[in-house]
């Protein structure tokens, strides 16, 4: 029975669960039908049919979901959260002079605490409403991005951002790691909240840096969230500034590990393929950003076949438009198959692990996160397939990754609390709070406007 010890139990029973297994489970079933999992506090306890779950637990809540998938929570491998306040502001132009000519000198001017709370809380309120509970964000004053995480709820590790040059938050890479460092000292006690160390790009960082910060990820046990080979141009520079491209030059500086997480990648031959896997390297895919700046399409199902861990990520706003995972996997698997040849490249349950457990492992969360199993923190989501857009349901997973949105989801818990119900935030203060910070969009608008038109 319930005490103050041991909190009431909950079940929440869906038509169809899909656990998520290890790739190294061949003989997981895709997926359970009319399951409950039970959950105690913050984790899973078991996952019952539903009768017996019922006749275990007759005093637990029980949260009915006829017609809906229960999934692992997605995980964000990669985005620049507080850049939801440049959404739009440099369409169609490629990456450099995107960089260079719109988002770093609007940064210049705008960034600051202020900037990156309102940002992130826009941010995470849209990833939370489409199902993504984890987050891997890289940006400056990490502690403003902490604060909407942890008031809306959503998990999230925080990259200890590096680069060499000068902005409004460090002044050189010793600086940026120093308050890396201290802030993650002090959040050492949050369960919702990790770290990252995150030197920017092979391009912003130099050698001694990123050799400090290799021996730092061993010391510390801490992923390497770092920009990689996302164009042609960048290896082209890498090779005529350091004389090999810039994955062999990261490998020699110490980076190329188990704890690397290689954002985009796009741009890889084999020996940069052999180099990820040998290393057990990840990466974090992120086709939309990719696309939108005319980067190219990594070649993920190559990967796939080399047994490199790969995850989804959205990017930023400004480089996407849309923090969806779930629109980001189904484009990476419709990728896949489209450049392999091969219509079962990243199939349906791939692409579900890509942006639940493999991410979860990129990240070091996976003992934590990323399936539905006894121990495990209750990061869940529920998706609705009875649509009539969605009927019939031959395989729940398919659907999940090929016919469905963000739309359809319906309720999301974060450590078993929920966030989402019936399609909107859960908590009523946490609805006023992103309210209030759509209402101050225009004033981000205005200065956006004033520093565009160089009156600023």
Same mark, same amino acid.
């Given at each position: 029975m319930p005490t103050d010890?041991?909190?009431?139990?909950?079940?929440?029973?869906?038509?169809?669960?899909?656990?998520?297994h290890a790739r190294t489970d061949p003989s997981a079933t895709r997926h359970l039908v009319d399951h409950a999992v039970v959950v105690e506090g913050t984790r899973i306890v078991e996952v019952l049919p539903v009768a017996e779950a019922r006749e275990r637990n007759p005093a637990a809540e029980r949260i009915a979901l006829p017609g809906h998938l229960l999934v692992p929570g997605f995980v964000n491998l990669h985005a620049h959260a507080a850049m939801a306040l440049l959404r739009g502001v440099g369409d169609d132009l490629p990456l450099s002079t995107w960089l260079r000519e719109r988002i770093w000198p609007l940064e210049s001017k705008l960034v600051d605490p202020h900037f990156v709370r309102d940002?992130?809380?826009?941010?995470?309120?849209?990833?939370? &409403? #489409?199902?993504?509970?984890?987050?891997?964000?890289?940006?400056?004053?990490?502690? =403003?991005?902490?604060? $909407?995480? @942890?008031?809306?709820g959503i998990r999230s590790a925080h990259g200890i951002i590096v680069v060499d040059f000068p902005t409004v938050y460090a002044n050189?890479?010793?600086?940026? &790691?120093? +308050?890396?460092?201290?802030?993650?000292?002090?959040?050492?006690?949050?369960?919702?909240?990790?770290?990252?160390?995150?030197?920017?790009?092979?391009?912003?960082?130099?050698?001694? !840096?990123?050799?400090?910060?290799?021996?730092?990820?061993?010391?510390?046990?801490?992923?390497?969230?770092?920009?990689?080979?996302?164009?042609?141009?960048?290896?082209?520079?890498?090779? !005529?500034?350091?004389? +090999?491209?810039?994955?062999?030059?990261?490998?020699?500086?110490?980076?190329?590990?188990p704890e690397m997480i290689a954002v985009h990648a796009v741009h890889l031959n084999e020996?940069?393929?052999?180099?990820?896997?040998? !290393?057990?390297?990840?990466?974090?895919?992120?086709?939309?950003?990719?696309?939108? &700046? $005319?980067? #190219?399409? =990594?070649?993920?199902?190559?990967m796939h076949e080399m047994g490199i861990r790969v995850g989804i990520g959205t990017d930023s706003s400004a480089s996407n438009n849309r923090l969806d995972v779930? #629109?980001?996997?189904?484009? !990476?698997? @419709?990728?896949? +198959?489209?450049?392999?040849?091969? $219509?079962?490249?990243?199939?349906?349950?791939?692409?579900?692990?890509?942006?639940?457990?493999?991410?979860? $492992?990129?990240? #070091?969360?996976?003992?934590?996160?990323?399936?539905?199993?006894?121990g495990k923190q209750a990061d869940l989501v529920a998706v609705d397939l009875r649509g009539a857009e969605?009927?019939?349901?031959?395989?729940?997973?398919?659907?999940?990754?090929?016919?469905?949105?963000?739309?359809?989801?319906?309720?999301v818990w974060v450590a078993g609390k929920p966030v989402v119900r019936t399609r909107q935030l859960a908590d009523e203060e946490v609805r006023y709070a992103v309210r209030e910070v759509v209402g101050r969009t225009g004033v981000w608008q205005n200065r956006v406007g004033e520093i565009l038109s160089g009156r600023v």
């Open positions: 010890e041991f909190p009431c139990r909950m079940l929440i029973e869906a038509q169809w669960t899909a656990q998520v940002g992130s809380t826009l941010a995470f309120a849209e990833m939370l &409403l #489409g199902g993504t509970t984890c987050v891997n964000d890289m940006y400056f004053y990490p502690e =403003a991005a902490i604060d $909407a995480a @942890l008031a809306l050189d890479p010793a600086e940026y &790691l120093r +308050k890396g460092l201290a802030l993650r000292d002090r959040m050492r006690d949050e369960a919702l909240v990790s770290f990252c160390l995150a030197p920017h790009a092979p391009y912003t960082v130099a050698d001694h !840096a990123l050799r400090e910060i290799a021996t730092l990820s061993r010391e510390i046990g801490l992923p390497i969230h770092i920009h990689v080979h996302e164009t042609s141009e960048e290896i082209a520079e890498g090779i !005529a500034q350091h004389g +090999k491209r810039p994955l062999a030059r990261l490998d020699a500086l110490g980076l190329v590990g020996e940069d393929l052999h180099r990820l896997a040998a !290393a057990g390297a990840s990466v974090a895919h992120c086709p939309h950003s990719n696309a939108r &700046l $005319a980067c #190219g399409i =990594a070649p993920t199902a190559r779930l #629109g980001e996997a189904r484009t !990476a698997s @419709l990728l896949a +198959k489209a450049t392999s040849g091969r $219509a079962d490249a990243w199939c349906a349950e791939r692409t579900l692990r890509a942006m639940t457990l493999d991410a979860a $492992a990129a990240l #070091g969360l996976d003992a934590q996160i990323g399936s539905i199993e006894p969605l009927s019939p349901v031959y395989d729940p997973i398919s659907h999940l990754i090929y016919a469905c949105g963000r739309e359809h989801v319906t309720d």
